[in-house]
């Protein structure tokens, strides 16, 4: 045996590889683009939604700031309605708490409902519903 030897089973071309071992299959394929689907549907209707039912200027009394210990540049970071651009995110030396509070009420408004869903549907089907709400096969 030399160092040219190949072990046997052992697929050389990594599209062969990938075929192989069922990593890209369609499911996945399609869990991208569904993920790209509701991601599109988030940002561009049911943000706006929430910024009318919730305006995040409501939530500005629960800015903290701390005190100036020298000037401090501003920090940047990803817009959260288009990620490859960034946005100045102001004074760094205010943290904006109201920004949790409010997507901690999204959060619990939206489990709620997947709840009531999930229990008005029924899912999964099975007699007098499923009160866990994990999918039993």
Known sequence: MGASSKFIGQPTDPLEFLYNENWITLSSIGSIFTFALVAN???NVFDKIMGYILPIE???FMKVELPDIGESPNINSMSSYMPLNLESTGNPNIIEFGYFVRESIIWIFMILFLYILAVFVRFPD???GNSSGSAIM
Do not use: L, Q, V
């Open 41 to 43: 549907f988030r940002a």
């Open 58 to 60: 409501s939530f500005d």
């Open 126 to 128: 099975i007699p007098g």
